[in-house]
């Protein structure tokens, strides 16, 4: 199956501190991860995407971590911020060659002022 | 500009009402996707279009149709809705597994079911 999950529904953060969130998948052939930002009523929001043969990118502050042994995705946000308040949500590209793309269950990032 | 558009924003329809969304594109992305996003949730596929290929996933309830007639436009067919399809429907479109890419979104439909 392409299930996707996240392990924390809400994550409160300081504003300035670093924010980790983390998404874990079933799927050993997928071969590309999306993180999504979403903004209360609004569209999902690209934020950063790796494929399969990498294991770190980064862009401007945000950095994703993906562990293919252990099946695990990560966004690192630095320097959090109040705009970075949102519902965050892992992706990922199904085992299918349709661009079936499946979402994890969001995490809520909440920044303290 | 826009890239991805939904209309309309907020639809309120009548239990049992037929309803239709709509959705186009301008990027002339190869796939075009139907998103249920309900409250506190994550956003559930109900089906994809690569190309003109329909792909329907297998827990979408038979009262959800979609229809493309084109590369730029894409149709959810709500044959009679009821009160637990009230929901945010998300579309979104990409060019397709095989050259990987991000899917875009649009701003999504509200729909209330009176």
């Known amino acids: 199956g392409e299930n996707v999950g996240l392990h924390l529904p809400t994550l409160s953060v300081q504003e300035g501190d670093n924010s980790i969130i983390n998404c874990a998948y079933s799927n050993s052939a997928s071969d590309y991860f999306i993180w999504y930002k979403q903004e209360s009523g609004k569209g999902p929001q690209f934020i950063i995407d790796?494929?399969?043969?990498?294991d770190k990118r980064q862009g401007q502050r945000v950095t994703v971590l993906l562990n293919k042994t252990v099946k695990h995705l990560s966004l690192q946000i630095a320097a959090t911020q109040p705009g970075d308040s949102a519902v965050y949500f892992c992706?990922?590209?199904?085992?299918?060659?349709?661009?079936?793309?499946?979402f994890g269950q969001g995490t809520t990032l909440q920044v303290k002022p | 500009d826009a890239m991805v558009i939904q209309n309309p924003r907020y639809q309120v329809t009548q239990f049992g009402k037929p309803v239709t969304l709509s959705c186009s594109q301008t990027?002339?992305?190869?796939?075009m996707y139907w998103y249920q996003q309900k409250s506190s949730q994550a956003p559930k596929l109900l089906f994809h279009y690569y190309d003109k290929d329909f792909n329907n996933e297998a827990d979408t309830p038979d009262n959800f149709q979609s229809r493309r007639p084109n590369t730029s436009f894409c149709f959810l067919d709500i044959r009679s809705p009821g009160l637990g399809d009230a929901a945010m429907y998300l579309c979104?479109?990409?060019?397709?597994?095989?050259?990987?890419?991000?899917?875009?979104f649009g701003q999504g439909t509200r729909l209330t079911v009176v």
């Open positions: 990027l002339n992305h190869n796939v």
């Open positions: 992706a990922l590209h199904g085992s299918s060659n349709t661009g079936k793309l499946i």
């Open positions: 790796i494929r399969s043969n990498m």
């Open positions: 979104a479109t990409s060019r397709g597994a095989g050259t990987g890419g991000e899917a875009f």
